[in-house]
T-cell receptor, first 109, second 121 residues
Framework: EIVLTQSPGTLSLSPGERATLSCRAS???????LAWYQQKPGQAPSLLIY???SRATGIPDRFSGSGSGTEFTLTISRLEPEDFAVYYC??????????FGQGARVEIK | QITLKESGPTLVKPTQTLTLTCTFS??????????VGWIRQPPGKALEWLAL???????RYSPSLKSRLTITKDTSKNQVVLTMTNMGPVDTATYYC?????????????WGQGMLITVSS
């Protein structure tokens, strides 16, 4: 069973700073099957990145995804106030069909 | 515009069976590649995928919960139903349904608002 481990668990940054979030898989993941979501308090998750590096519709270009194999990264180039949230990576395909990481919180410093 | 909405009881007793309905619009579950899945999130915790049903009635379940879950679809009503047996306090969570289309990508592109289910006597 594949496990996704996100780090750091919490990132404390100021608006305008760069955020780098990591997602490590216990087995190799085809980058086609790696996605990132953003979740704000009281809301459902929303898709940010799919295929490891493709932005979903309407997602600003300050969000970018990269990586391959077992190491994937979500980068927010310049944090805006609305970006402070929890971020989840997700893989598709290996058992279980969908797996989410444990989440990483980006909080205001 | 794709929308999904969960419905069902907000409170269930331990050992009872939970039945949740996802009612959707903006797509058809008879279209090739389309699926509807269920994900839950205990308060303050991470997302956990539960089950997914595809357009061709292929059903997939979380291995850890497979014995307790059943997912079905009613294409004519645009609904997907999830049942979970033998509910316990650890099953208290917000339950989401979500749309997936493997012809576009391998992710949940649209989510319902979620529904908090509390398990308590």
């Amino acid at each position: 069973e594949i496990v996704l481990t996100q780090s750091p668990g919490t990132l404390s940054l100021s608006p305008g700073e760069r955020a780098t979030l990591s997602c490590r898989a216990s087995q190799s993941v085809d980058s086609t099957y790696l996605a990132w979501y953003q979740q704000k308090p009281g809301q459902a998750p929303s898709l940010l990145i799919y295929g490891a590096s493709s932005r979903a519709t309407g997602i600003p270009d300050r969000f970018s995804g990269s990586g391959s194999g077992t190491e994937f990264t979500l980068t927010i180039s310049r944090l805006e106030p609305e970006d402070f949230a929890v971020y989840y990576c997700q893989q598709y395909g290996r058992s279980p069909l969908f797996t989410f990481g444990q989440g990483a919180r980006v909080e205001i410093k | 515009q794709i929308t999904l909405k969960e419905s069902g009881p907000t409170l269930v007793k331990p050992t009872q069976t939970l039945t949740l309905t996802c009612t959707f619009s903006g797509f058809s579950l008879s279209t090739g590649g389309v699926g509807v899945g269920w994900i839950r999130q205990p308060p303050g915790k991470a997302l956990e995928w539960l089950a997914l049903i595809y357009w061709d009635d292929d059903k997939r379940y979380s291995p850890s919960l497979k014995s307790r879950l059943t997912i079905t679809k009613d294409t004519s009503k645009n609904q997907v139903v999830l049942t979970m047996t033998n509910m316990g306090p650890v099953d208290t969570a917000t339950y989401y349904c979500a749309h997936s289309d493997i012809l576009s990508g391998y992710y949940m592109g649209h989510w319902g608002q979620g529904m908090l289910i509390t398990v308590s006597s």
